[in-house]
């Protein structure tokens, strides 16, 4: 089984973000990159499917900058076996490649490299749309598995259990499928320094949006973007009665 | 222009966030459409009749879609949505689920998680983790959305004379299927919906210790979350999850027991109307936007609290 595993460049998840003051969008410059929380889990599980034998090859694959080969490398590093980067220099985040535009993308690789599987985070940490994936299942006519907290291969069919708001739900889904990966699906390793060595000799392939010949011209315009309205801190209160007595007869919510 | 709306329900009742997102196409103008599609959900369509606003309904009713399936429904709002110009569903795990499928169906760039319509085609939408407001324009002739339910009032379920059209179930797809569900069982009121919501963090400690929590939900007729944190440690299910990923929620009271504050769960609380912070680390980023907030051992103040209310 061959697995590709579509990741992101994004801010990292430790940065405070900030808003340009122009309102075009976040600042990006000079601020720490790092793979998408959620895309780091799917490497890992679609990692442990090869060693634990279910799996032959993982592909990962990026569209981002030249700079995205970095998040590239962090993914070998973790097992993957080759990578390939979709260069372009539009923004990935907001007002640029949107994620329409990215399944299209990511099926004509589908189409071309044959996997049986794709494994993606749910959502990237920037622009947080929550549609790639079921966009590329949409259009390769494929089941999807979303928000997976649990994925078990069985012949020619997956078992799926998905974090819904009601609890869980455990889907029965046909091979080739697409799954997107919630945050209890698995804990990602830490990368150990000679599989970062070995990461860097990996094959690294990058090619151009438009050798994919699909149409990714935006749909969205961003008419601005702001800071959210700040709210403020209030008051500490010293003894649980005085927290009853604000509640009751200054906030009157009890 | 008319909009279409997904129903959130479980063949029996319609749930409330459909309520909110019929809230939100009133801001949009024109006659709203409610699609029904599950199993023997005759009630629901009824219902969705019955809301204030809504003048059609289409009620798809086939044994397969029980479970109403992403394979299933996406279709089925493929074929529908080309009738209109706006297709709305809550940013609940259903409608992201759903949603994205149907929209890259039609062509479309969906916009998730809607909290303010300006017109037709303006809509402000969280990105960042809430951290930024991005107001986008779609050119898209139909406009695919996913509404969160908490910025949008909902709308009476009474008063509506909808009519009921049951429309042609597509044949049921053979991709998918289901295969079985834990889902938490409650007296307690929804998450999503509820008044008051009490959370608990990774200070509680441990899953028998969450006990005190639910006991002063009880108390209060309120609706228990927790943080990622205490939802990771295993003190509780996923589905009480409080935050980005998780349930956004809005209640008229929040409050938050040794919970720290990352910003992951703030971008899920912070709408609600009055916060509360029980906490022992008097630093915690939870006060800085607590409106009261009381510094001490929770397993000394939650019994108080509940015993003096």
Known sequence: MKILVPVKRVIDFNVKVRVKTDGSGVDLANVKMSMNPFDEIAVEEAVRLKEGGKATEVIVVTIGPAKAEEQLRTAMAIGADRGILVKTDAPTDLGGVEPLAVAKMLKALVEKEKPDLVIMGKQSIDDDSNQTGQMLAALLGWPQGTFASKLDIESGSLKVTREVDGGLETLSLKTPAVITTDLRLNEPRYAKLPDIMKAKKKPMETIEPSALGVDIAPRLTIVKVVEPAKRKGGIKVKTVDELIDKLKNEAKVL | ?309
Request: proline residues 4%; negative net charge; glycine residues 10%.
């Open chain 2, 1 to 309: 222009m008319s909009i279409l709306v997904l129903a959130e329900h479980d063949n029996k009742t319609l749930r409330p966030a459909t309520l909110n997102v019929i809230g939100a196409a009133k801001n949009l103008g024109g006659e709203i459409h409610v699609l029904v599609a599950g199993a023997a959900c005759g009630a629901v369509a009824e219902a969705a009749a019955k809301c204030e606003g809504v003048t059609k309904v289409l009620k798809a009713d086939n044994a397969p879609l029980e479970h109403q399936l992403a394979e299933d429904i996406a279709p089925l709002l493929h074929e529908q949505g080309k009738n209109y110009s706006h297709i709305l569903a809550p940013a609940t795990t259903h409608g992201k689920n759903v949603l994205p499928r149907a929209a890259a169906l039609l062509d479309v760039q969906q916009i998730s998680d809607v909290i303010v319509i300006h017109d037709a085609e303006t809509f402000d939408r969280p990105v960042y983790a809430g951290n930024a407001i991005a107001t986008v324009k779609s050119s898209d002739k139909i406009k695919v959305m996913t509404v969160r339910t908490t910025n949008f009032d909902a709308v009476k379920n009474s008063g509506g004379s909808g009519v009921v059209e049951t429309i042609n179930a597509a044949t049921p797809n053979t991709l998918s299927s289901f295969a079985g569900q834990e889902l938490s069982k409650s007296e307690r009121p929804e998450l999503t919906a509820a008044k008051i919501v009490i959370s608990g963090g990774r200070g509680v400690g441990s899953k028998e210790n969450f006990a005190i929590i639910e006991k002063l939900a009880d108390k209060l007729g309120a609706a228990v979350g927790a943080s990622r944190a205490a939802v990771d440690a295993g003190y509780v299910p996923n589905d009480y999850q409080v935050g980005q990923t998780g349930k956004i929620v809005a209640p008229n009271l929040y409050i938050a027991i040794g919970i720290s504050g990352a910003i992951q769960h703030l971008a899920g609380m912070k709408d609600s109307k009055i916060i509360v912070a029980i906490n022992k680390d008097g630093e915690a980023p939870i006060f800085g936007i607590a409106d009261y907030g009381l510094v001490g051992d929770l397993f000394q103040i939650i019994p108080e609290l509940e015993g003096k209310l």
